[in-house]
């Protein structure tokens, strides 16, 4: 059965720093595509940036880019989310999101509950 269980969001200043974990159970990251999406307050969750099984790294933000890397850990199956410089407007629900295939165009197929980043000060 697969499973993503986020962890590391948080309250952090505007300029700093967090990372979140994805780690996965019930599959091998080796094999599929898995990224983070967000939901900030009254807004539609949104793609952040996916990693495929190859390694290729999509931005769907471009607010993000210089900011936030994403890497994967095969060996632990997590998936981190570094995010630096953060602003207010990162605050949201972060989720981790495995796609059904090997590429970052794969549909989703499951997603973690999500882990509350809040940036302010």
């Known amino acids: 059965q697969v499973q993503l269980v986020e962890s590391g969001g948080g309250l952090v200043q505007p300029g700093g720093s967090l990372r979140l974990s994805c780690a996965a159970s019930g599959f091998n990251l080796d094999y599929y595509a898995i990224g983070w999406f967000r939901q900030a307050p009254g807004k539609e969750r949104e793609g952040v940036l996916c990693?495929?099984?190859?390694?290729?790294?999509?931005y769907y933000v471009d607010s993000v880019k210089g900011r936030f890397t994403i890497s994967k850990d095969n060996a632990k199956n997590t998936v981190y989310l570094q995010m630096n410089s953060l602003k207010p407007e990162d605050t949201a629900v972060y989720y981790c999101a495995l796609r059904s295939g090997r590429t970052c165009w794969d549909s989703v197929d499951h997603w973690g509950k999500g882990t509350l980043v809040t940036v302010s000060s």
């Open positions: 990693k495929s099984s190859a390694g290729g790294t999509r």
